[in-house]
């Protein structure tokens, strides 16, 4: 008996580690996954020296399973933010007022980073796409 119930003990183990990978790929990875705290900054040439980083802050959409809700802030400016991980991609629209959409962010995991990272393009929605930015978000402890 006790033997039955060690190996039950040791297959359900395996189960739960294997449900939850050390190294998540772009394809394992999960709206649950991107929770929590990011910082995003300035990747493209045009970046200002000194320009200071954004702070990302994603929980759970109170209203829509499988979506992010959250808040984008630097210094004194605040915005509100939705997001979606769909098809290996980040799509995230951000928004001063809660009203109208400032800008749409778009990012894809960066290989070998297990998910820490992404990398993308800011599209401001008023401005031609010469206007857009690319970035880079990294997770915070």
């Known amino acids: 008996m006790k033997r039955c119930l060690f190996l039950l003990w040791v297959c359900l183990g395996g189960v739960a580690y294997a449900a939850a ?4 790929s ?3 990875i999960g709206p649950d996954m991107l929770v929590g705290r990011w910082q995003l900054e ?10 200071a980083p954004w702070l990302l ?20 400016e605040h915005h509100l933010v939705v997001a979606d991980w769909d098809d290996e991609a980040l799509t995230m629209e951000e928004s001063v007022d809660g009203q109208r959409i400032a800008a749409t962010w778009q990012a894809t995991a960066t290989p070998g980073q297990c998910g820490r ?6 599209l401001p ?14 997770r915070l402890p």
């Open 117 to 122: 990272e992404l990398r993308g393009l800011r």
């Open 125 to 138: 929605d008023s401005a031609p796409d010469a206007s857009a930015r690319r970035f880079r978000m990294r």
């Open 57 to 76: 802050e994603l929980d759970p959409h109170p209203e829509y399973a499988g979506s992010l809700k959250g808040s984008l802030n630097r210094g004194e």
């Open 21 to 24: 990978p050390v190294c998540p």
């Open 42 to 51: 300035w990747t493209d040439g045009a970046r200002q020296r000194g320009e």
């Open 26 to 28: 772009a394809t394992e």
